[in-house]
């Protein structure tokens, strides 16, 4: 199975980031506009075709919609797509790091921090080209990543081991 490799840019001010993620050709995959909508909102992108899609956060459940279906929902450790539930993690120590494995332990998305700034990724993206819903699965965990780095914006500037560990999702209700 071949690796895809793509990129999450933040350029901008931080009052108004452009984000944006790339696969290396001219048009971006899809610009990533943070919040910005009802309650539970994580935010939305529209994707080269034009397509929109929406990131809720709803009782600790990430889901990303497009064309009004769920093409990804994140629980917990599991992310789900395409009829698929998939061992995953999301760093929410602000590391900027996630993985998805297959119930083998094969690597099918694998996430890692970039340079950052205007010309270096915030992120680098390296996924299975064979998964279901490939730029669902992306955007739920980058929505997820971006949420974790504006919750670590607002803490005291404490060092990490003294902070309280964060819950990303909420109160389960």
Known sequence: MEMLRWSLFVQGTRLRPRVLLSDG??????ELTLRGGPAGSL??????DGRRWDAQIDG??????CGGR???????????AGGRTFPW??????????????????????VAPGLGGDDAPWITIDLDELLPSPLAITLATCFVLLRVDALGRREDAAPAEDQPRRRLWGRRG
């Open 25 to 30: 050709g001219e048009d971006a995959l899809a």
């Open 43 to 48: 935010g939305r992108a529209t994707d080269r």
């Open 60 to 65: 600790g459940v990430v889901t990303v919609r």
């Open 70 to 80: 769920v093409l990804a929902r994140a629980e917990g450790e599991e992310l789900t």
């Open 89 to 110: 993690t999301a760093s929410l120590q602000g590391t900027r790091g996630a993985t998805m494995t297959d119930d083998d332990g094969y690597e099918l998305l694998r």
